[in-house]
């Protein structure tokens, strides 16, 4: 049973590309969660979707940064005219669908680390 | 907003129980206790959540005191492999695992 993929691992882009970023949950998971690391610093949260919705974005910035979750395929973060600042570990997680989410636990991808040049 | 405190770092020999202590004064009646620990630059690993109860599994015990305010996380027989940021969360619904600055734990040789 492979946990959480992302890919890719490292991704390397120049100020103005758009960066993709793609989560595979884990068999079975239909809730993924986005969260950004900026270095030396903690876990910020972006993004919760289940399948073919996004339940909350509080944590996603205004403008450029987008997410989806299709009913096929990975989840995928978007991120438009990338900047310095977006240099980060992008991490993924994944739960099942569950009644009491809260006692659920989330299993976490190994990440993707954005260097904007 | 974060709803735990935790010490920002601690040390434990080897061979040790590491006892790593959370407060959550604020939590509710039905929000779980969430211990994940993060290793170098890899991403967050599970180790154990709790309500109410005391629970154990392979990896780690959590003990939450009676009033639910606050836990401590037990690695019985601490190893150099268990370095790591330990975050304590509570966690307040589907969506919301909030992490905090946690413990930075250093076993020592």
């Known amino acids: 049973n492979a946990g959480v993929m992302q890919n890719p691992r490292h991704l390397?882009?120049?100020?103005?590309?758009?960066?993709r970023l793609?989560?595979?949950?884990?068999?079975?998971?239909?809730?993924?969660?986005?969260?950004?690391?900026?270095?030396?610093?903690?876990?910020?949260?972006?993004?919760?979707?289940?399948?073919?919705?996004?339940?909350?974005?509080?944590?996603?910035?205004k403008e450029r940064f987008s997410a989806e979750f299709p009913k096929e395929g990975p989840s995928i973060l978007r991120i438009q005219q990338?900047?310095?600042?977006?240099?980060?570990?992008?991490?993924?997680?994944?739960?099942?669908?569950?009644?009491?989410?809260?006692?659920?636990?989330a299993f976490f991808g190994q990440g993707t680390r954005l260097t904007v040049v | 907003d974060a709803k735990t405190t935790q010490p920002t770092s601690m040390d434990c020999a080897e061979g040790r129980a590491a006892n790593l202590p959370c407060n959550h004064s604020t939590i509710s009646g039905n929000e779980y206790v969430y211990w994940y620990r993060q290793i170098h630059s890899q991403g967050p690993q599970y180790?154990?959540?709790?309500?109410?109860?005391?629970e154990t599994n392979e990896m780690a015990s959590l003990i939450i005191t009676e009033d639910r305010k606050s836990s401590t996380l037990i690695l019985p027989h601490a190893t150099l492999r268990d370095t790591a940021v330990y975050y304590c969360i509570v966690r307040t619904g589907a969506n919301n695992l909030f992490f905090g600055t946690g413990t930075r734990l250093t076993v020592i040789p």
């Open chain 2, 47 to 54: 180790i154990i959540h709790g309500l109410k109860n005391n």
């Open chain 1, 22 to 61: 793609r989560c595979s949950p884990m068999k079975g998971h239909s809730h993924v969660y986005w969260y950004r690391q900026l270095p030396e610093e903690g876990l910020k949260f972006m993004v919760y979707l289940q399948k073919e919705n996004i339940i909350d974005e509080s944590g996603m910035p």
């Open chain 1, 82 to 105: 990338v900047v310095r600042g977006d240099s980060a570990a992008y991490f993924c997680a994944s739960s099942p669908g569950s009644r009491n989410s809260m006692n659920t636990e």
């Open chain 1, 12 to 19: 390397v882009r120049r100020r103005g590309q758009e960066a």
